[in-house]
């Protein structure tokens, strides 16, 4: 079994900045793709970055340049460090984790729990 588990969220005024953290522990042989995602009320959750294996990355056009996604390998973790953040930006933030358990199974997603980022003056 996987477990994945999201920190760093909190309140933060507008043009702050937060760094979010992904970490993905239990039965991983290879960490192949982690996508944060968020989600504020009425509103359907949608991809904000993600990175590959081999680190490639990808952002939604309205986090360019704001936002950057970074992986620690050794401790399957990725972060997200959101700068100059917005109002907007108040979501709750998901971490899916793509796990490949073994070499002779499918990869499979995992999701966490979520962490509260609201940005407020």
């Known amino acids: 079994q996987v477990q994945v588990v999201e920190s760093g969220g909190g309140l933060v005024q507008p043009g702050g900045s937060l760094r979010l953290s992904c970490a993905a522990s239990?039965?991983?042989?290879?960490?192949?793709?982690v996508g944060w995602y968020r989600q504020s009320p009425g509103n359907q959750r949608e991809m904000v970055s993600s990175?590959?294996?081999?680190?490639?990355?990808n952002y939604v056009d309205s986090v360019k340049g704001g936002f950057t996604i970074s992986r620690d390998n050794a401790k399957n973790t990725v972060y997200l460090a959101m700068n100059s953040l917005k109002p907007e930006d108040t979501a709750v933030y998901y971490c899916?984790?793509?796990?490949?358990?073994?070499?002779?199974?499918?990869?499979?997603?995992?999701w966490g729990q979520g962490t509260q980022v609201t940005v407020s003056s």
């Open positions: 899916n984790a793509r796990v490949k358990s073994n070499p002779f199974t499918p990869e499979y997603d995992y």
């Open positions: 239990g039965r991983i042989f290879r960490l192949n793709a």
């Open positions: 990175i590959r294996y081999g680190d490639i990355t």
